[in-house]
């Protein structure tokens, strides 16, 4: 890029981010009845404006099969009228939901009449910056607007096409309930340098969210000036214990590897108590195998396989730390639960970690000791998500530790301050 390229390139990023400044105001300040209300609109202009969006998708569609991407990137990208009526059950969900500004989470009364409360108010201006996942363009959008923030979307280059025609749509419902356009701005520059614009940006980016692989998330959270909450890479296990009923096992193996293989909640890897992985690994694996998937083995997983015949390679080191969001699964045979428990601790991204047992103690222990957003027993990977834990929709899942953890909702894009009543006291 030019020198001239790049002093445009960063003066087009920062007037958007001047723009979105200016709207900040606005909508922190924005009744509850009117961020509704654009929510309202923007649903309806999804569903209106459906034919171009869709079309719009098919360009982004065709281009990325072009260019030979791997077919689960190519799921991630595909919108359809189903997936486009999901987008828009998330905002109407959304819209239903207790908007959280304004909330008193705490009040103090002190001895000298001081009357301190704790209020939820809107972060500010939220830099997201994603790959090519359209749906996340609206969910971002929702989530912002219902809290009274602003956001300023970079998605990935091969979803631009949908994510102008999508943002087209969010600015009619803002338009209609009378709020700025500027609340929700896309960055439609593909060049990565608008990225360390936005992440640099201190004074004008409250916040910045990466969501994508592990190369955007570490980039965002390594480049960074501006404060960062980072969305996990999904390097999920399922545990299969001893005490594992075997059908519950292996229906929640299959729906947790194959439901959808290209998000960060699926399983990546399978781990299988020593005692019963001779009686219960080879029908499970059956019936990953019929749905495509190939399986990577330890030696004992791959003895039991092959005797079975069923296909499955040796796995390599490289498989127990890999999120593939693929039709790929690594299996591992280990002795104890104590073992299953060092192995995640080793491999595992903090995301989602789940254990099948009917042992209650060895569940207890399981979740107890496990270090991740969201651990689960006897259910699937699949519903770490925040349309599933009834947020409506989420901004990303976060597997840190502070402000926010796991699926980050409405109350995740708030902070607080605290208001003070006084009656004329003073400091002695």
């Known amino acids: 890029m030019s020198v001239d390229a790049k002093a445009e390139l960063v003066e087009s990023v920062r007037s958007t981010l001047r723009g979105a400044q200016a709207a900040k105001r606005h909508m922190a300040t924005a009744p509850t009845r009117v961020k509704n209300e654009a929510l309202s609109h923007m649903a309806d202009a999804i569903w209106a404006r459906r034919s171009e969006i869709l079309a719009a998708n098919a360009a982004d569609v065709d281009a990325a099969r072009r260019e030979g991407q791997p077919a689960a990137r190519v799921d991630r990208l595909m919108l359809d009228e189903a997936r486009l009526q999901q987008i828009i059950e998330g905002v109407r969900e959304v819209e239903a939901l207790p908007d959280p500004v304004g909330e008193e989470v705490e009040r103090i009364l002190r001895p000298n009449g001081l009357d301190i409360r704790k209020v939820r108010v809107p972060m500010g201006v939220i830099a997201m910056i994603y790959e090519a996942r359209p749906n996340v363009t609206v969910d971002a959008a929702v989530l912002a607007v219902k809290t009274g923030n602003v956001a300023v979307l970079r998605g990935g280059s091969k979803a631009l096409r949908s994510n102008q025609a999508l943002v087209a749509a969010i600015h009619d419902g803002l338009r209609q309930a009378g709020l700025p356009e500027a609340a929700v701005s896309l960055v439609a ?33 390594e480049n960074a000036s501006v404060p960062v909450i980072e969305t996990g890479v999904g390097n999920c296990h399922v545990y299969v214990d001893r005490a594992a009923n075997f059908e519950m096992a292996a229906r929640i193996v299959v729906n947790a590897k194959t439901q959808r293989p290209s998000v960060c909640n699926a399983a990546e890897t399978l781990l299988v108590h020593a005692e019963i992985a001779d009686a219960w690994l080879p ?9 495509g998937v190939e399986l990577r083995a330890c ?36 002795d104890t639960l104590e073992d299953a428990i060092a192995h995640i601790d080793r491999y595992g991204t903090q995301h989602s970690e ?17 270090d991740a957003a969201a651990v689960y027993h006897n259910a699937s990977s699949r519903f770490t998500d925040g349309f599933e834990f009834g947020f409506g929709a989420e901004i990303g899942i976060s597997t840190q530790k502070m402000h926010a953890r796991g699926p980050m909702g409405l109350r995740e894009l708030t902070s607080y301050k605290y208001v003070v009543y006084g009656h004329g006291q003073v400091r002695e």
Request: aromatic share 4%.
């Open 354 to 370: 789940v254990i099948v047992t009917e042992d209650e103690d060895a569940a207890r222990v399981f979740l107890a000791s496990i």
């Open 189 to 221: 520059h593909a060049d990565r340098d608008a990225v360390d614009v936005l992440i640099r940006a201190r004074g004008l980016v409250d916040l910045a969210i990466p969501r994508g692989g592990a190369g955007l998330i570490r980039r965002v959270v």
């Open 299 to 334: 030696p004992r997983a791959l003895d039991i396989l092959r005797r079975a015949g069923i296909p499955a390679v040796a796995a390599q080191e490289a498989d127990w730390e890999t999120e593939y969001l693929d039709l790929i699964l690594a299996v591992r045979v280990v």
């Open 283 to 291: 029908e499970a694996a059956r019936a990953l195998v019929e749905r």
